[in-house]
């Protein structure tokens, strides 16, 4: 990019990331951010996205404005477009590929609109980019700025000729990724102590040392996707006993679930329903490991570079929504004809049995998350 003066640098435009999809889909959408920012630096950048999941990309400064809709409500629609109507936007990006998501960017003004190709969105999208199925989504989405940046679309696509992006080791690690295409935004943070420690106030942790901290995301949008009961109480247990404190983490309308999880592992914390994605964030950057299920809390770990168990089920890893991080571990039960039985998972298992599941014991997972945490303090000393 060129130099700007000053009275350019005033008069920089906006650009508009519309990702109305779920919160997982957001956080693998991080690289994309960090790239947008590089090849337009004095640009300001809004996301639209859902409700009550805008803030914590304003506060680690990957957007500088959001605006919410409310799925669903259509007002909430129409109020969002008027406001962004107002801005003077430059291009509109559009990784989420739902019908009505390209019906919400028609109706927004912008020089330019680009999103993925497909048979119906010519009328929509002036620049539509061939999806590159194959690859781990945070490349895909940043693959919708290769018109734009051509040094960004040789790099990443050289990484994806060396690397198999799937592959795991004997204790279910995953392959290495590099930093400048990684979530990890740790460093950030860590930096805000203020916020931090407002919480650890609120939510009484003080008497607690982080240095012990191992939390359990047990919930997921997708019934199918979500580990037995059983075998989170019986791990958090197993980890209680070792000394370490567990955490029963998840969002609005997980809350009776880890209501049950906590009465079963005696000295836990419930901090479900308690804290915004952003507040989970802080806690998980300050954490020794993350236990969930292929979902965006697992995505949120690797935003704060804490050494993750992902228990996969129904979905698998060549979907292209594996942990992106190199502290990332999968458990899962390989060989089942059933698997996968979707993109996303179901509701209720197809077969009525949820054996790619309940075939996984809770042993397994804490031998695992034993070395894990025992891999994780060495290195880190």
């Not at 690397?163 to 290495?176: A, E, I, T, V």
């Amino acid at each position: 990019m060129p130099n700007l003066t000053d009275k350019e640098k005033f008069n920089a435009r906006s650009l508009l990331v519309v990702q109305t999809a779920f919160l997982g889909d957001l956080l693998l959408g991080v690289p994309f951010f960090r790239h947008l920012r590089k090849i337009w630096p004095h640009h300001e950048v809004i996301l639209l996205c859902r409700k009550n999941l805008g803030d914590f990309f304003l506060k680690t400064k990957l957007v500088d404005k959001v605006v919410e809709v409310v799925k669903g409500d259509t007002s909430s629609y129409s109020s969002a477009v008027s406001l962004l109507n107002e801005n003077s936007i430059e291009y509109i990006f559009s990784p989420h590929e739902s019908l009505r998501t390209a019906f919400l960017s028609l109706k927004i003004k912008a020089d330019h609109k680009v999103s993925f190709k497909k048979f119906w969105n010519s009328f929509i999208f002036d620049q539509r980019i061939l999806k590159p199925q194959g690859w781990p989504d945070p490349l895909r989405q940043m693959s919708l700025l290769f018109p734009l940046d051509k040094e960004l679309e040789v790099q990443v696509e050289q990484l994806a000729l060396q690397n198999n992006f799937y592959k795991k080791d004997q204790n279910g690690k995953l392959s290495f990724i590099p930093e400048w295409c990684s979530l990890n935004l740790k460093s950030q943070l860590l930096a805000d102590d203020f916020s931090f420690q407002r919480l650890e106030n609120h939510l009484n942790l003080k008497w607690t040392s982080e240095s012990k901290w191992i939390l359990l995301f047990p919930g997921s949008v997708w019934a199918t996707k979500m580990w037995t009961e059983e075998g989170f109480v019986n791990v958090g247990r197993d980890l209680q006993q070792k000394g370490y404190q567990v955490f029963i983490m998840g969002g609005p309308g997980e809350e009776e679930l880890g209501k049950r999880i906590h009465r079963q592992i005696p000295n836990s914390l419930n901090l479900v329903g308690r804290t915004s994605v952003y507040e989970s964030a802080l806690i998980l950057a300050r954490s020794l490991l993350m236990i969930g299920n292929d979902s965006a809390s697992t995505h949120l770990a690797c935003c704060a570079n804490t050494p993750t168990i992902s228990v996969f089920g129904p979905t698998i890893l060549e979907f292209g929504f594996r942990p992106w991080s190199n502290h990332s571990y999968v458990v899962e039960k390989e060989g089942l004809l059933c698997r996968p039985c979707g993109p996303h998972g179901h509701r209720k298992c197809p077969l009525g049995t949820h054996e790619c599941m309940r075939s996984i014991d809770s042993e397994s997972v804490f031998k695992l998350a034993d070395l894990v945490v025992d891999g994780f303090k060495v290195s880190s000393r």
